[in-house]
């Protein structure tokens, strides 16, 4: 009797597994990834003051529902969808009546948060997702009405932050992309290619009011004549090497003295800053952010209802300018019967719960 062929074992493949108690990889933090799954370990990261991986900590929620005042029959706008953590506190002020719609320009996030608000038990018959720039609400108000509120969270997701493969920090090496919708426009390393050295300093002093962007973009020219910038850690080396010789501000110097320990540890510290605000500006360049910010506060009057609120949360001195300026212009004229007189910051509490709420600003406008 012929002994059957025996079929090739298919290779086993090994679950990914925590490096010991903290991982540091993207992809190791599984549990991280399924905080439906993983209850206990998300409220573990969140006690210690860190935000999980591939999770965003909405951000001052009750100052919000205390400024837009929603009730149930109103129709709203959650211009920045993101995670649905704030979505999903307004959906529940709506108590099943009402409408509300979250717009995202972002493909990848808004899809996975629509089938956690789905999950949630929110039909279309209350809640939809637009994949959208914010700066189009005139054309959505057209198609749906006026708002009666809009909440518009800027910046950039935690989501997009963590994740390496988007490119928005140099933490973890990933192509240096920096897209909120990678499948538009050019990624930050084309970007790059295009800017001479005037271009870069002007982009790093607007986006970002780099204090060293003449360095900077010297040595990022210097850098490219030899191999592109394709990578978020290439971007960041650059930085470093820019600053490697730069004095200290005089007080970093001071704090360091003479310990040449402590002078190393302050150059670390400086050039970390310095590199958070390079890509901080390349991000709005690539995104367009101040542009599409001025689009959005010239449309917003009129896709409010009369009395319509609405919440803005800013994060950097640019956006929150141009918020205030616009508030105030439109004040003015008499389109906002109110507007926040002084901006609203998130408490101590909620800093050391969300480190990433530090420099977030919250202003209103009521329409008249």
Known sequence: MESQP?????????????????????????KELQPEKYGAEI?????????????HIPIMVEEILTVLQIQPGEHGFDATL?????????????????????????PIESAKTEQRIRAQGYGPDIWERRQMNFCQIDELAAEVGPFDFVLADLGVSSMQIDNPA???????????????NPEAGISAAERLRELDKDELIGMLQENADEPYAAEIAREIIRTQR???IET?????????RALAKVPLPPEMKEKAGYSTKKQAA??????????????QALRIDVNHEYEVLYEFMEK???????????????????????????FKAYHQQGLYRAIAKDVIRPGKEECYRNPRAHSTKLRWAIRA
Do not use: C, W
């Open 6 to 30: 025996q079929q090739p074992e298919k290779p086993h493949k090994r679950r990914i597994h925590y490096s010991g108690h903290y991982p540091k990889r993207y992809e190791e933090k599984y």
């Open 43 to 55: 409220a573990h990261v969140m006690a210690k003051g860190n935000t999980p991986a591939g999770m």
């Open 82 to 106: 993101g995670y649905g953590g704030h979505t999903l506190r307004m959906l529940e002020k709506l108590q099943g009546k009402g409408h509300l719609i979250g717009g995202d320009v972002d």
């Open 166 to 180: 988007r490119g928005f920090t140099y933490k973890a090496d990933g192509p240096l992309d920096l897209r909120l």
């Open 226 to 228: 030899h191999r592109p």
């Open 232 to 240: 978020t850690v290439a971007l960041h080396e650059a930085v470093v």
């Open 266 to 279: 302050a150059r670390t510290q400086l050039t970390k800053k310095s590199s958070a605000r390079v890509f």
């Open 300 to 326: 917003l009057p009129a896709a409010l209802a009369p009395g319509g609120r609405v919440a803005i949360l800013t994060f950097h001195s640019g956006e929150d300018r141009i918020v205030k300026q616009a």
